[in-house]
């Protein structure tokens, strides 16, 4: 059992270097697999854990803060598989999503990713706008986007889908794919290196279950048809967000992620992205918003055909949105330090009384 638990993981376990900066380096450490309400289970060095958060670590962080899959603990082991997560490794390269639509609270998806696999099927889910935020938010976590157009069975006129990401393409690496044709599974799968962890990103039903399972091999995770059957033979009741894929690479699964804002703002990056910068620099004012001034080389490349329409109006929505998201951030940090001097101000008072009380005290005893 245990061989083959090493066999599978073998890739993904290796000491992670951060773990000394902790006070409990001692303990051992492993990934979180997947996120129960309250349960961890952690992958270590020499099996799967079962655990539960330590009070300090579950009072003493904001949501956004607790261990999310992908995310490095040092765990405090006891009977088999059991165990109490006592600290959590600085995060790097995490993905979030949004959680109530206009505030900027947000939630941890995945951590120490590598590569974030955006995938659509080639149907009414094909949609270049969603893709082009996808990247946008990936690229500013320092992760690098792969765009995976999935049910590529399904005859939608490829030519046109080809034509629509022309751009999509010149900024990511992008692959066709089918469940249904292996060949096109065994091509993913190849770009896939060893050690490197890939999150796949994408609404519901566009096959991301599917083609994990197709690239491992195996049915690991619950599909829509597996988690609609009532067929008994199928064992797929440990519901598991990261898998090993045979041969390297560790594979996080996501389920439908509908608000995927951006949460910080550059505006420059996300004209490189979208390719605004090839035209910006040339427009007449160095600080052109592009909108209405004259002189301004992206409406003109528009008018031009040279610029689509809609990548532009993409990129003017996603900069308003980040823009938004930033000033709410400001708000939130200005309500925390009014707050914060509240409780100064509180707390002097109450030094002030007890002071007061204390001298009434001893000039009484005198
Ligand atoms: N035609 C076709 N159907 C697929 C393909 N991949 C997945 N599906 C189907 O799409 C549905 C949703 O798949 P699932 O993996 O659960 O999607 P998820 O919600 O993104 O994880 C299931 O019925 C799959 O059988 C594909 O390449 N071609
Ligand atoms: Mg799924
Ligand atoms: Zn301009």
Redesign the pocket.
């Known amino acids: 059992m245990k061989e083959s638990f090493r066999a599978q993981w073998e890739g993904l376990y290796h000491l992670n270097p951060l773990k000394q900066q902790s006070i409990h380096n001692s303990l051992p450490h492993g990934r979180v697999a997947v996120v129960h309400r309250t349960c961890f289970e952690v992958v270590a060095g020499d099996g799967l854990f079962q655990c539960e958060l330590t009070g300090a670590m579950m009072y003493g962080r904001g949501e956004g803060e607790l261990p999310c899959t992908g995310d490095w603990v040092i765990f405090l082991p006891f009977d088999e598989g059991r165990g109490i997560i006592v600290d959590m490794l600085p995060r790097e390269r995490t993905l979030w999503r949004r959680k109530s639509g206009t505030t900027s609270d947000r939630q941890a998806i995945a951590a120490w990713v590598d590569r974030a696999f955006i995938e659509q099927s080639l149907d009414e889910n094909f949609n270049p706008r969603r893709a082009e935020r996808f990247m946008a938010q990936i690229v500013e976590a320092d992760i690098k986007p792969v765009l995976v157009l999935?049910?590529?069975?399904?005859d939608l006129n490829r030519e046109e889908v080809e034509r629509q990401i022309e751009h999509l393409a010149r900024r990511m690496p992008v692959f066709f794919?089918?469940?249904?044709q292996p060949e096109t599974v065994g091509a993913l799968r190849s770009a896939i290196s060893p050690g490197e962890t890939v999150v796949f990103v994408?609404s519901?039903?566009?096959?991301?279950?599917?083609?994990v399972n197709a690239l491992c091999g195996e049915v690991l995770l619950a599909?829509?048809?597996i988690s609609l059957s009532t067929s008994k033979g199928r064992h797929t009741s440990t519901r598991r967000e990261m898998v090993a894929m045979p041969g390297g690479g560790v594979l996080i699964?996501t389920p439908?992620v509908r608000e995927f804002g951006l949460t910080e703002s550059d505006p420059e990056a996300l004209a490189e992205m979208l390719e605004i910068d090839r035209y910006a620099a040339e427009c007449r004012f160095a600080d052109c918003t592009h909108t209405d001034e004259p002189g301004c080389k992206v409406l003109a490349a528009i008018a031009r055909g040279d610029l689509p329409r809609e990548v532009y109006e993409s990129y003017l929505k996603l900069r308003r949105e980040a823009w938004r998201f930033s000033a709410s951030e400001h708000e939130k940090r200005k309500k925390m330090k009014s707050f914060s001097g509240q409780v100064e101000v509180a707390k002097n008072k109450k030094d002030k009384m007890r002071w007061k009380t204390r001298t009434t005290f001893k000039s009484g005893r005198r």
């Open positions: 999935n049910k590529a069975d399904l794919t089918s469940i249904r994408g519901s039903g566009v096959g991301k279950s599917s083609l599909t829509s048809e699964d439908g």
